[in-house]
């Protein structure tokens, strides 16, 4: 079983950034697809940003896209999203999470990963 650990959540002004990050508890988690997904108040849980771990493509939901950025740390076997220019909009509880069989395509647009972290709030005020 691996689990997620994220940090970095927080509340900003709108227009304002933030970077969450997440790491597997198992350094050997090396493949596969992690991401982040996020969930509002009333709102189903929806796709934020994927990426293949080593290296590989990244997929972003539209709308983040051009104002989130999702990479990796290889040394340290982390993720990272990047968030700059924060709307009312983007505020929910962002989850990490990761799944060594399905694509990252498929991951964004369904939210059905295998693990899942606990989630960090990100609160944006206008």
């Known amino acids: 079983q691996v689990q997620l650990m994220e940090s970095g959540g927080g509340s900003v002004e709108a227009g304002g950034s933030l970077r969450l990050s997440c790491a597997p508890s198992?350094?050997?988690?090396?493949?596969?697809?992690m991401g982040w997904f996020r969930q509002a108040p009333g709102k189903e849980r929806e796709g934020v940003a994927t990426i293949y771990l080593g290296g590989g493509s990244t997929y972003y939901a539209d709308s983040v896209l051009g104002r989130f950025t999702i990479s990796e740390d290889d040394a340290k076997i982390m993720i990272y999203l990047d968030m700059v220019n924060l709307k009312p909009e983007d505020t929910a509880m962002y989850y990490c999470a990761a799944d060594p069989a399905k694509g990252c395509r498929y991951l964004l647009q369904s939210s059905n990963a295998r693990y899942w972290g606990q989630g960090t709030q990100v609160t944006v005020s206008s």
């Open positions: 198992e350094s050997t988690y090396t493949n596969g697809c």
